[in-house]
C-alpha cells in the first residue's frame, strides 16, 4: 500500500547548524509533497510544499529536495533555532485530496 | 488572519457514547478534511469533503459519519464510541480542493473512559 517513511525517528543537532530530516514514499503517482511542522499540543504547521514537476524549492530557512528517481525527500532547515525543535512529518498526495502522513521525525536543538 | 476553528477543544465521553466535533474552515476556503492523530503517531487521513460532497475517504470507521454544511463548516459525527478512539482529531481546510497546502485546526482531544 502507499506509505510515505521517515529514516529517523529523532533527530538532535546544535543550534546554529543545519538540520536535514529525510523521507522516502512508495507512491510514483504521487504529485505534491508537503513538509509539515507540529508542535506539542497543536496542529500540524505547513513548512513548504513541492510538485513533482521541481526538483528544489526554497522558503525561508528553509529548502526541500525532491529525488523522484529514489522516491526521497528531504527537508534543509538552516542555522537551526531552539523554536524549530518540534516534530516534522512529510506528506504526499497522488491527485485527489486524500493526503498520506509520514511517521515522523522529532527534531531537538540543543542550546 | 482567520485560521481554522475546532469545538470543542476538549472533550470526555464515556464508552458507547456519540460525539458531535465541529470545524470551521477559514472563510472562502472550500475543502475541509478531518484527521485522527492517536499518542506519538502520524495523523492518519479520514475523510475530506470539497464543496459540501464528500471527496475522498480514507480509515474512517463505519461508526463515524460527517458532512459539510452549506457555510462550508463541517461535522464529525462519532457513535458507539471506543477506548481506542481516544485521540487528537484535526480537521484542516483549503482552497480550491485538494492541489493546495491546507491549514490544521488546533484540534479537539477526545477521551473515551
Known amino acids: 500500500g502507499e506509505s510515505v517513511g521517515l529514516h529517523l525517528p529523532t533527530l538532535s543537532v546544535q543550534e546554529g547548524d543545519n538540520s536535514i530530516i529525510n523521507c522516502a514514499y512508495s507512491?510514483?503517482?504521487?504529485?505534491?509533497f508537503i513538509w509539515y511542522k507540529q508542535e506539542s499540543g497543536k496542529g500540524p504547521q505547513f513548512i513548504i510544499d513541492?510538485?513533482?514537476?521541481?526538483d528544489k524549492r526554497q522558503g525561508q530557512r528553509v529548502t526541500v529536495l525532491l529525488n523522484k528517481t529514489v522516491k526521497h525527500l528531504s527537508l534543509q532547515i538552516a542555522a537551526t533555532q531552539p523554536g524549530d525543535s518540534a516534530v516534522y512529518f512529510c506528506?504526499?498526495?497522488?491527485?485527489?485530496?486524500?493526503?498520506?502522513f509520514g511517521a515522523g521525525t522529532r527534531l531537538f536543538v540543543k542550546a | 488572519a482567520a485560521g481554522v476553528i475546532q469545538s470543542p477543544r476538549h472533550l470526555i465521553k464515556e464508552k458507547r457514547e456519540t460525539a458531535t466535533l465541529k470545524c470551521y474552515p477559514i472563510?472562502?476556503?472550500?475543502?475541509v478534511y478531518w484527521y485522527q492523530q492517536g499518542p506519538g503517531q502520524d495523523p492518519q487521513f479520514l475523510i475530506s469533503?470539497?464543496?459540501?460532497?464528500?471527496?475522498d475517504k480514507g480509515s474512517i470507521p463505519d461508526r463515524f459519519s460527517a458532512q459539510q454544511f452549506s457555510d462550508y463548516h463541517s461535522e464529525l459525527n462519532m457513535s458507539s464510541l471506543e477506548l481506542g478512539d481516544s485521540a487528537l482529531y484535526f480537521c484542516?481546510?483549503?482552497?480550491?480542493?485538494?492541489?493546495?497546502?491546507?491549514?490544521f485546526g488546533q484540534g479537539t482531544r477526545l477521551t473515551v473512559v
Open positions: 484542516a481546510s483549503s482552497f480550491r480542493g485538494g492541489q493546495i497546502e491546507a491549514f
Open positions: 472563510p472562502r476556503h472550500d475543502t
Open positions: 506528506a504526499e498526495k497522488a491527485g485527489g485530496f486524500k493526503t498520506i
Open positions: 469533503f470539497y464543496e459540501k460532497m464528500q471527496s
Open positions: 513541492i510538485r513533482s514537476n521541481m
Open positions: 507512491n510514483s503517482a504521487s504529485d505534491y
